[in-house]
């Protein structure tokens, strides 16, 4: 039995979870597409509702390749860690995208779970990839604390904008 083995289970979990939310992103935005169109909301949408697609992607992914037969801990690191690189740059775009758009001016809250935490999610990944070698055992902690964080982030990104398309965006204060 390998060390990815005996996460199976968390990994179907935390996969199917991510498969849901992304299913259910995609309900709640078809159910907001009849408001009007402000300006500037395409652009806020690549940096506010994107990314939570993204995350939720991303956490799908690692599932499936976690859970994939693998002989040993080495391919499957090099694989999460590729992922979580690709997400630090994900993470500066994400920032830039914030600081761009003109819809809606970020606060802490915005930067803490748009960019700052998701960032530190994909470092775990990357950090934990590092030491898989060395720490076969106690890297899948790493993976699935970032997967759990990408998880819980996507939630409530996608929570604040549905609130915030219904409380202010279905008032035309968009």
């Given at each position: 039995m390998t060390t990815l083995t005996a996460w199976e289970n968390f990994y179907v979990i935390v996969g199917a979870s991510a498969g849901a939310l992304i299913g259910l992103q995609f309900v709640v935005i078809t159910l907001i597409a009849d408001m009007p169109i402000a300006p500037g909301l395409a652009q806020a949408g690549s940096a506010f509702a994107t990314p939570t697609i993204v995350h939720f992607g991303i956490v799908l992914l690692l599932s499936a390749v976690l859970s994939a037969p693998w002989n040993d801990i080495?391919?499957?690191?090099?694989?999460?860690?590729?992922?979580?690189?690709?997400?630090?740059?994900?993470?500066?775009?994400?920032?830039?995208?914030?600081?761009?758009?003109?819809?809606?001016?970020?606060?802490?809250?915005?930067?803490?779970?748009?960019?700052?935490?998701?960032?530190?999610a994909y470092v775990i990944l990357v950090a934990s990839a590092c030491a898989a070698r060395l720490h076969a055992h106690e890297a899948p902690f790493g993976v699935g604390a970032a997967m759990l964080l990408l998880l819980f982030i996507g939630i409530h990104n996608a929570w604040d904008a549905v609130t915030y398309h219904v409380f202010v965006g279905r008032r035309g204060q968009v």
């Open positions: 080495s391919t499957a690191a090099i694989l999460w860690g590729l992922v979580g690189l690709s997400g630090v740059v994900y993470a500066v775009i994400v920032a830039r995208r914030l600081r761009v758009q003109s819809v809606h001016h970020p606060d802490l809250e915005d930067w803490l779970l748009h960019v700052l935490l998701p960032f530190a």
